[in-house]
């Protein structure tokens, strides 16, 4: 199999964005795009017809102002809001070309079972674990999938467009997809919150923390297990500086509210370790 596989998405949100524009540098055909948000649709569509996105100067990609036209697409990537994947693939499973089985249904969530597209012949699932935005861009080289499949069809084409971005991937079940989702939100949702809390702390020279938070995460996936490197005063029971800080944090009390919660899990993970 090649990369001339025929991709079409159905919505244009953050993943179909990031998604379409990778597989169509990576030479593959993206003949439509269909969304809820007509402008949102035909906004991507434009996008993927200049040259920066179509250095192969494949066919243009087309807004679908019908589902319907998604048809003969040798897959259908489902790229929508996790409550909207219902209500879109009862359209999506209508198409002649998928209830044939020729084309391969997928979608793109972490946390939604693989049999909310079971009903059709070939389908799966093509989760990036990795945040994805319209304003920033990503080198798809380092966001791993992780793929679920139906049969050897939709095996053989999630895993083919996969390798043509360069990705890693895993073939996994929905259980330890879900595992994995939860594990994403936090390493991903949670150390943001935290983030904006220290940009809160130390703004204007937050710009400063950025090789901390850098060091940080790259020591945690080094050493075995993140809790074999956690320093500060919590893991060493320095109780007077906590105090200090959390003076700092007086009239701040979400900020002190958190910084007392983890400063006590913290050191109550120590206490068992020794």
């Known amino acids: 199999m090649t990369s001339s596989l025929r991709i079409s998405f159905a919505g244009a949100g953050n993943a179909a964005f990031r998604l379409s524009i990778a597989l169509k540098s990576a ?27 179509n250095p192969l100067s494949l066919s243009d990609t087309a807004y679908a102002s019908d589902i319907s036209e998604l048809n003969e697409s040798d897959v259908i990537i489902l790229a929508v809001s996790d409550d909207a994947i219902k209500e879109v693939f009862s359209k999506i499973s209508l198409i002649p070309s998928v209830v044939s089985g020729k084309t391969v249904v ?59 971005l360069g990705s890693e991937y895993m073939i996994c079940n929905s259980d330890e997809r879900m595992r994995m989702h939860v594990a994403a ?13 220290a940009y809160d702390v130390s703004v204007p020279h937050h710009v400063f923390l950025l090789p901390l938070a850098i060091e940080t995460v790259r020591k945690a996936f080094l050493y075995g297990h993140p809790s074999l ?17 959390l003076d700092i944090l007086e ?8 910084y007392e919660l983890l ?3 913290i050191a109550s993970r120590a206490q068992t370790k020794k």
Not at 32 to 48: D, P, T
């Open 106 to 164: 997928c979608h793109t969530s972490g946390a939604t079972s693989i049999s909310a597209v079971s009903s059709v012949p070939s389908y799966g699932v093509f989760y990036p674990l990795m945040t994805l935005s319209k304003a920033k861009p990503v080198d798809m080289k380092i966001v791993p999938f992780l793929l679920e499949v139906s049969d050897e069809n939709s095996r053989s084409v999630l895993v083919n467009m996969t390798e043509s």
């Open 185 to 197: 939100v936090f390493v991903s949702n949670f150390v943001n919150y935290m983030a904006a809390l």
């Open 263 to 265: 400063s006590k899990l």
């Open 229 to 245: 490197v956690q320093t500060g005063p919590a893991v060493r029971g320095d109780i007077s500086t906590i105090e200090k800080h």
């Open 251 to 258: 009239d701040t009390p979400e900020h002190r509210q958190v």
């Open 27 to 53: 030479g593959f055909e993206v003949p439509f795009i269909w969304g809820r948000n007509e402008k949102s649709g035909v906004q991507l569509a434009s996008i993927l017809n200049k040259h920066e996105y």
